[in-house]
C-alpha cells in the first residue's frame, strides 16, 4: 500500500505531477491547502474558498455521578438521539474506559458574559459543592462515571476563514448568523436536570468555562458544493471548479449544517464522487507511471 499511495506522485521535469488528485484533509487542513494554493499554484479556485465554515451548534455536557453503580463506558459510542425541539437534539456519549485524561479538562457548568463572572462563579461552585467538584478530579475511572451529553442544533451561523500574514495558519471571522456560543440556554438547564436524576455534577470543557470559545468535533465547509463557481469550490460530483480530475472529499465539502454528527454524510458523499471515477484497466495505466 506505501509502494502506491506513494507512487501517485511522482518526479517528472522537476515538478510532481499526478493525473489526479483527491483532497481530503479534513476543514482545517484542506482549506488551509487550498488557501495556500490560490496564491501560488491554483489560482483558478474559487473565491468561495474558506467561506461558509459552520459546525453543528453543538454543546458537550460531561455529567460525573457521584456513586459507581452504572459503568457509562459501556456501549457504542453514541446510540440514540432524542428530539427536544424543532431545531434541537440530544445524545448520549460514551468514552472508553480509561479515558481519565478528560477529567483535567473539565471545570464546573458556569455561563456569564465576562471572564471575571464566570471565574467567580467557578470559585463559588467549588465552595458551595466541595465533595462534588472533588470527586470530579479523583474519580476512580473518569470515563465509567461520566456520561456525556451531546447537544445540537440545526440553527445555522457561518464563519469566514483566510490566511494569516506570511502563511501562519489560518484566522476566522464571523459571516453570517450568531457567533458560536458555550453557552446555550438550554444546555444548562439540561445538564443540571440530568445530574439531579444520577445525583452527578455536570461540567464543561476549560476553554469554554474560562474564555467562552465553544468546544466542536463537527467543523464543515469551507470548500462547499455549490451550481459554479461564484456559489462554491466543488460541483454536485465533488469536482473543484476551475482544474480536471481534482476533488474534495471530507467535511469541508458539507454545504449545509445537519443538526446531528455528519461523518455517515461525509461518507455517503465520497462513497458516490468515487463511483463516479472511471476505473482503469491498471493501477499503472490511470497514472502512466514508467
Known amino acids: 500500500m506505501w509502494e502506491e499511495s506513494t507512487a501517485l506522485f511522482f518526479k517528472k521535469s522537476g515538478k510532481y505531477t499526478s493525473k489526479g488528485i483527491i483532497f481530503s484533509g479534513g476543514v482545517l487542513g484542506t482549506v488551509k491547502l487550498l488557501l495556500k494554493f490560490k496564491k501560488s499554484s491554483l489560482p483558478k479556485l474559487s473565491n468561495k474558498i474558506g467561506n461558509m465554515v459552520r459546525t453543528n451548534s453543538e454543546a458537550l455536557m460531561p455529567v460525573t455521578a457521584m456513586d459507581k453503580k452504572t459503568d457509562y463506558s459501556k456501549g457504542v459510542a453514541i446510540g440514540s438521539i432524542l428530539h427536544i425541539g424543532e431545531h434541537s437534539h440530544l445524545g448520549p456519549v460514551r468514552y472508553s474506559k480509561g479515558s481519565g485524561i478528560w477529567r483535567l479538562m473539565m471545570l464546573s457548568r458556569v455561563e456569564g458574559k465576562s471572564f471575571i463572572i464566570r471565574i467567580y462563579k467557578i470559585f463559588a461552585d467549588f465552595i458551595t459543592h466541595p465533595i462534588k467538584n472533588l470527586n470530579t478530579i479523583f474519580v476512580d475511572d473518569w470515563a465509567k462515571r461520566t456520561q456525556v451529553l451531546l447537544f445540537m442544533q440545526t440553527l445555522d451561523s457561518t464563519l469566514k476563514f483566510k490566511e494569516r500574514l506570511f502563511g501562519l495558519g489560518m484566522k476566522t471571522k464571523l459571516e453570517a448568523g450568531k457567533a458560536p456560543t458555550p453557552f446555550i440556554p438550554e444546555t444548562q438547564s439540561i445538564a443540571e436536570k440530568y445530574a439531579k436524576k444520577i445525583n452527578g455534577k455536570p461540567m464543561m470543557p476549560n476553554n469554554e468555562a474560562l474564555f467562552g470559545i465553544p468546544t466542536t468535533a463537527h467543523i464543515l465547509s469551507g470548500s462547499c458544493m455549490g451550481a459554479n463557481v461564484n456559489k462554491g469550490v466543488i460541483d454536485k460530483n465533488n469536482h473543484v471548479f476551475g482544474y480536471e480530475n481534482m476533488?474534495?472529499?471530507?467535511?469541508?465539502?458539507?454545504?449545509?449544517?445537519?443538526?446531528?454528527?455528519?461523518?455517515?454524510?461525509?461518507t455517503a458523499l465520497t462513497e458516490r464522487a468515487i463511483s463516479l471515477i472511471p476505473h482503469a484497466n491498471t493501477f499503472e495505466n490511470n497514472y502512466n507511471i514508467s
Open 247 to 266: 476533488l474534495v472529499c471530507d467535511g469541508s465539502m458539507i454545504s449545509a449544517n445537519p443538526g446531528v454528527n455528519p461523518s455517515l454524510t461525509i
